[in-house]
Structure formats: C-alpha cells, structure tokens
C-alpha cells in the first residue's frame, strides 16, 4: 500500500519506520530539522537499546509524494489547519485518512446520536475547514496506547506500549479500516479495532486532560502526580467531570477514575506528551485536550468547575512562555 505519515514527530516517526521495516510504501511529511535528519541520514528508532534506520522518502510538500492509499495524521491538534490546507496532493477519490492524535478528534460528533449529526466543535474545527479537507466517510480513528520521544533531529525513542486501537466513526467498520489495522500488526503493533471508537478516544482523554497539563504546570512526571495525595485528588475532580461529559452525550468510558489513574500508575515514570513540549519549548496541545472537552460539556450542560480551572491555568502559564496562541 501506500502510505503516507502526516508528522514524523514521536509518533508519527515510530509508525512510519515500523511500517516500512515490514515491506510498506511509506513517505513522511515533516519539517525543520526533523525534515532534514530524515533526508540526510534516514528516520533512526531506538528502541531496547538498539537503533535501526530507515531510508524514507520525506518532504515538507505533500504534492511531491503524491495520491496515497491511507494519510495517516500525526500532528498536534493545533497543527490541524496547516494539514486541511495542504492534505489534497495526497488524497484521490479512495484514499483513507486516519486522525491518530490525543484528544477529542473534530469528527467526534458526526455519527453520533447526540444532536443527529448537527453538532460541530468550532473549538477544534473552526468554519468547519477540516471537516471539508477530511470529511467524515473518509476518516479512521486512531487511539494511540504508546509512548514515544524525539531525543534528537530524526531520532526516535520508543520508551514503551505498542497498542493502537482503530475504529470508524459510528462503529461500522469496513474494509478501510481492517487493511490498516493488519498492515500495524504486521508491522509489529497491537492493532486492534473498536465497535465505538468515540468511547475509547473519551477512555484515553481522562487521562489525557488530567495528567497532560498538571505535569506541565508542576514539571512533574505522572508518577510523582499519582503520589501526591493533593494532585492525585485534584486530578480525580477532573476525571470526574470528564466522565460525566461523556455519558452526557452517549459516551460512556465505563471506568472507575481509580482504575484510569492505575492505566497510568503502571506506565511507572514518564513524562507525558505536555510536558516534554513545555520543556522544549513547542507549542502546547492544550485546545486539542481541554477546549474541546469544555465545548462538549457546554453543549450538553455539564458543571466542569475543576476542568475549567485547570483549563485557565495551563493556558495562562502557556501563554506566558509564548507556547500558546
């Protein structure tokens, strides 16, 4: 197949060598630096202390890679806009785009029950640009169980996880998405797919909106979180009302906040996707997590006091060192 990875960032960057380590058509779009380790000396992937490299076509114009079989989209939400105004090249009239990202994809209410369809998250998917440069019946969720880091320009370090869990919108799945999930197993992921893959971004977002922005506020890895007694209970606060968002408009995680915090409890010491964008001074993925969750509570009447607050904070200090607009 031919398959292009959208952001050869961590993740992105492990998906697409793995992919091509077994026998796929891979091409990247990157930028920077990134880009040009990749051109220079090939996409490198440490992972149990060995490093393999992986000689991938790579561009920072799509048009130069040409139609694809599957876009997969690895970027950060607040880099969404950039890709629906450059993801055509790629795409013909079959092409799949699978949204591999933390947070609350912009799709997320197009098949569901709640508001028939109607209802959009401008928060995310602003005059509707996205959902027109990827429409729905092309998309294929992607949640990522899996930690990865970009130690150096065209370097990845796979730390931990390989499980990717693959659904379409509404949870009928067709063809699409059973070639991409045996193409990632084949490539040496725990690909699974989802009957209802709203439930598992939802499941995967309570600990995204709890851990990612407390981390970047205290500097802290997840497991220091977890044995503070006063964070871990704020953190509970928020998975509380994360839960209680979903359910309200039909999407039930179906988890105690005990057992979400164990999730991440048993990753041990990492730090989360946040965190290492604050250190390195990247734009932070705060809209992605945090403004759209809010946008649903307020759509569906939900109280979100913790959420609220927590969104003010980590918007304020990411405001202050220039990593958020």
Known sequence: MRICVYGAGAIGGLIAAWLARSGQGVSVVARGAQLQAIQRHGLRVRSKGEVE????????????????????VTVKAQSLTHVAESISP???????????????PWWFFDRLKFGNGRERLESLDPGGKLSRAMPTGRI???????????????????????????????????????????ALAAAGFEAVTSEFIEKEFWVKLLGNVSFNPVSALTMTTADRLIEDP?????????????LAIGRAVGVDADIDPEARIDMARHLGKFKTSMLQDMEAGKPLEIDGLLAGTLEIAKKADVSAPFTESLFGLIRARAAASGQYR
């Open 230 to 242: 006063e964070i871990k209970a704020y953190m509970v606060q928020v998975i509380r009302e994360v």
């Open 53 to 72: 490299s992986f000689r991938i076509k790579a561009e920072a114009d799509p048009a130069k890679l040409g139609t694809q079989d599957y876009v997969l």
């Open 140 to 182: 294929v969720g992607c949640v990522i169980h899996l930690a990865a880091s970009t130690p150096e320009p065209g370097l990845i370090s796979h730390n931990m996880g390989r499980r990717l869990i693959l659904g379409e919108p509404g949870g009928t799945n067709t063809a699409r998405t059973r070639r991409i999930a045996e």
């Open 90 to 104: 790629l795409l013909d009239k079959d092409t799949s785009v699978v949204t591999a990202m933390n947070g609350v």
